[in-house]
């Protein structure tokens, strides 16, 4: 891998010049897809090399979730997303009398982010048409030397400014690659970038000595530059990608080659989380551009330090600090109880992301593996059950009785948390990587009720309908319908928890390895059925810190003690797991319910504690009855 000096000196040069280069956001280069299957403009595809994902996301409204995961979309929706104030959400921008180092720069493209995500995957045209007014809206608040900002002329590049200008260049893009391809969006990306650029580069301020964590948070800006050129095939958003890239992410030192070397993620400049995966998104979208085998090895190395030596049981990292936001060994420290608060929202739906990329990266469905227990576990545990609101952090402790809190006003007055902005973001990533393709077909990665439609190579739909009780039971069928016989293959991701796992089609069997994907060719006919048998029993999780406390798991869902339904933190044996008697809908308030053999009753993390009060208190890591 080239050095941070030798990368700087090898793009200094192409940005110097190409930064005098005349905007012309009229063009029309010519059409090609991106990674996400949406048609993007290219000035010159000859100039880079795109890198083609192993596995894509559909096109918006091609999956429909019917479970647990759909309904809790469409009362996000109704109930939290639908009553937002967009407006409010602009008024920053109108104003620019930010100047109290505050962050209300983050919750317009957050938010708008997150009912873009949302949006794709449940299609509502009352959200949808908020969504076109706020960004014209914000578009509106643009001054003629290209700002978006939130900040004052004399403070801007200072504190959360960058960080809040990367929200904004987000939600356009969202807006531009998901909704239309509006020539006012792109226009405005373009010039908010080349203002942006005019303040931080080459012969002004390092991005890296720009706001705060270290530089993290400012360079996590890197993604949105990438996406503004992958849209406007304009070189030198490329250039100033590549020299955003070269600054290493930050001032205390390189992140992108240090995680190389073998640096824990804790050991990463200052460790905080959110912004540290940021970036390493932005260096995924780069990849995608330039083809450098070191960049995707940075990522993945980054993913497989972060899931091996930080992620929680649920799905959900971060701790140290009061409110979860860091790395710290998190996979050892989570039955710890002097730690800091455990498992920040922001973190759950950032990993959710980050692990959309790696996944569609490398096609590996263990990485999907991850992304459904932190759905089911840490976005649905974190979620009010009406939808409405959201929790920052998991409960802290997770070993012994602790409650979940619904997020506070972040800022005095202004009426948003940060947590509560992105926790719906992290439940729409949902039907983005619930039915996906890959060149030659469909890709099926979770198994709760849906509908979604597939084009094949040669532009003929073909129809999955998902059914089951999945996950409360491990019995699924897909009905497969292609609009013609055909052949063609059909992929389900086999989880690493399901040991023995069963699959049919028609009768004849396939043979299923745990944590791949099985692939099954064949010719297939309209109303061929696929029979799906997951080995869905209750597992025990050592403790790795010697405490000698256990979680109790079933298929991707984390079991819990909760106060409604006994003692908490009372010792449990585990003991003839086999005899749980599982029940799905047993009370309004708890989806399910697991009776163990010794008369312990448990129920599924998501329900557990999700009153939000004080007197509702759960335990997680548990400890065991003596001699079990």
């Known amino acids: 891998m080239k050095t941070k000096t030798s990368l700087i000196i090898l793009t200094l040069c192409a940005i110097a010049s190409s930064l005098r280069a005349e905007v012309k956001p009229n063009a029309s280069p010519p059409l090609r897809k991106d990674s996400g299957g949406q048609a993007v403009d290219q000035k010159s595809p000859a100039e880079n090399v795109f890198v083609a994902d192993a596995i894509k996301p559909l096109p918006p409204a091609s999956v429909l979730l019917h479970g647990r995961l759909g309904d809790s979309l469409r009362l996000s929706i109704a109930n939290r997303l639908k009553k937002v104030d967009y407006a409010h959400l602009v008024e920053p921008f109108r104003l620019r009398n930010e100047s109290d180092g505050r962050w209300r720069c983050e919750f317009w493209g957050k938010i708008v982010r997150s009912s873009i995500q949302s949006w794709r995957g449940q299609p509502d045209a009352e959200l949808l048409a908020m969504i076109k007014k706020s960004v014209a809206d914000l578009i509106s608040t643009q001054t003629p030397d290209g700002c978006i900002s939130s900040y004052p002329t004399e403070l801007q590049t200072k ?328 052949k063609f293959p059909v992929k389900l991701r086999i989880p690493a928890w399901s040991k023995k796992t069963g699959v049919s089609v028609n009768g004849q069997a396939y043979e299923a390895v745990p944590g791949t994907y099985l692939s099954i060719e064949r010719d297939w006919n309209p109303d061929d059925v696929i029979k799906i048998k997951f080995d869905m029993h209750v597992q025990v999780n050592q403790a790795l810190d010697g405490s000698g406390r256990v979680a109790l798991t079933y298929g991707p869902i984390v079991l819990a003690q909760d106060s409604r339904l006994g003692k908490v933190d009372a010792p449990i044996s585990t003991d003839k797991l086999d005899a749980c008697v599982i029940e799905q809908n047993p009370r309004k308030d708890i989806s399910m319910l697991f009776r163990l053999a010794d008369g312990t009753v448990l129920c599924d993390y998501a329900s557990a504690g999700n009153e939000f009060s004080k007197k509702n208190e759960l335990c997680v890591w548990m400890t065991r009855s003596v001699g079990k």
């Open 159 to 486: 504190n959360w400014d960058i960080w809040g200008r990367k929200y904004v260049l987000i939600g356009l893009a969202r807006y531009y690659l998901e909704v239309e391809q509006s020539a006012a969006v792109k226009t405005a990306m373009i010039r908010e970038l080349d203002y942006l650029i005019s303040q931080v580069g080459p012969g002004a301020k390092n991005i890296v000595e720009c706001g705060h964590m270290k530089g993290l948070a400012a360079s996590s800006v890197l993604e949105p530059v990438v996406l503004t050129y992958r849209i406007t095939g304009e070189k030198r958003f490329l250039d100033y990608a590549l020299w955003i890239a070269a600054q290493g992410g930050s001032g205390a030192g390189n992140i992108y080659t240090s995680i190389l070397q073998g640096v824990p993620p804790c050991k990463l400049a200052n460790g905080k989380a959110y912004e540290m995966m940021s970036c390493f998104e932005g260096l995924a979208e780069l990849y995608r551009e330039t083809g450098k085998p070191e960049q995707k090895e940075s990522v993945l190395a980054f993913y497989r330090a972060v899931r091996d030596q930080e992620m929680f049981i649920t799905g959900v990292g971060g701790l140290k600090d009061g409110w979860g936001e860091f790395w710290d060994n998190g996979k050892i420290k989570q039955t710890q109880f002097n730690v800091g608060s455990l498992g920040e929202t922001c973190v759950t739906t950032t990993w959710i992301k980050f692990c959309g990329q790696v996944l569609r990266l490398t096609g590996d469905s263990t990485v999907a593996d991850e992304m459904e227990r932190a759905l089911y576990n840490g976005i649905l545990g974190a979620m009010v059950p009406d939808g409405s609101w959201w929790a920052h952090r998991n409960p802290t402790p997770l070993a012994g009785p602790s409650n979940k809190n619904r997020a506070g006003d972040q800022i005095k007055g202004y009426g948003e948390d940060c947590c509560l902005a992105q926790g719906p973001k992290g439940l729409a990533m949902a039907p983005w990587m619930a039915v996906m393709r890959d060149v030659n077909g469909p890709v099926i990665n979770l198994y709760e009720p849906a509908e979604a439609t597939i084009e094949l190579a040669d532009k003929s739909p073909v129809k999955l309908a998902i059914k089951g009780n999945y996950p409360v039971s491990g019995d699924v069928s897909v009905d497969v319908n292609p609009a013609k016989k055909g």
